[in-house]
């Protein structure tokens, strides 16, 4: 259980550097012993070499299991999320992007950078939080951008955490995503509008919020830009018929949750 926890810790720690605000949204919410993250999301393509099989094993060697599996047709994504018996730790969303459904330049880039990775690295914890393994021109990250959001982050920020949720189900002093929200919004954060700020209904047993990314610094191959990092989630649970809370995703919220990261 140390191992998993260090895990979690060191990923942690990597998604401060690029997401400063995550620690006023700790201190804004809550009261020091009761934040618990709901799940962290990965975002990687659907190579053999990096795919969700493979990013996975990380977390069947610590005891996960996988739970469940989603389609994103539009934005042409697969996902799949995992769960530990220990529910204080936090479940795994992990998506992976359909790279033949892209154009031949697009998936060129993405095989090189792929291609640039040492296998060994995979194969370490630490690659959960290793960040890119590979350089693209700024160039490169426009034309990933034009065709795929979600391929651009990659790109940028290669693999760590794209985002970590508060359960708003443990917080001591909010019992509601609409006073979450109202809290967050009121201290100066921008909100995810992508479909209504609030994703999800007591219905679906789920609901959720996003603040939209941080913007950090990223070194291209011939420069230095800001673009959105990442960002925080929100996320309240319902019980299901037999009084346990829901523990999956619906795939309708999770769609535009993923906008969180776009530049506009």
Not at 72 to 78: E, H, Q
Not at 144 to 168: C, D, K, M, P, Q
Not at 234 to 246: H, I, Q, S, V
Request: aromatic letters at 12%.
């Amino acid at each position: 259980m140390t191992h998993v926890k260090n895990l979690f810790n060191n990923i942690w720690q990597n998604y401060l550097e690029v997401t400063p605000s995550a620690h006023k949204l700790h201190q804004l919410l809550s009261t020091g012993d009761d934040l618990i993250n709901d799940h962290v999301a990965y975002r990687t393509f659907n190579i053999a070499k990096v795919n969700i099989t493979k990013i996975s094993t990380h977390l069947i060697n610590l005891g996960y299991k996988e739970c469940g599996e989603y389609h994103f047709v539009a934005k042409k994504l697969y996902a799949k999320h995992f769960e530990h018996s220990d529910t204080n730790l936090p479940k795994v969303f992990i998506s992976e992007l359909l790279v033949e459904e892209f154009s031949l330049p697009v998936q060129a880039i993405i095989e090189k950078m792929v291609a640039g990775i040492n296998e060994a690295d995979i194969n370490l914890d630490s690659f959960l939080y290793s960040g890119t393994h590979w350089q693209v021109s700024h160039q490169e990250y426009l034309d990933l951008l034009a065709e795929s959001e979600y391929a651009a982050w990659v790109a940028a920020w290669g693999y760590r955490a794209n985002h970590f949720t508060v359960s708003i189900n443990h917080l001591e002093n909010y019992d509601s995503i609409e006073a979450v929200n109202a809290e967050v919004k009121a201290n100066g954060f921008t909100l995810n509008s992508a479909g209504g700020e609030i994703k999800g209904d007591e219905a679906v047993k789920l609901e959720q919020s996003s603040t939209m990314a941080d913007h950090a610094l990223v070194e291209f191959s011939d420069k230095t830009l800001a673009i959105p990092s990442c960002f925080y989630e929100f996320a309240k649970r319902y019980p299901m018929k037999n009084g346990e809370l829901y523990t999956g995703f619906v795939a309708a919220s999770a769609d535009k949750i993923f906008e969180s990261t776009n530049t506009a």
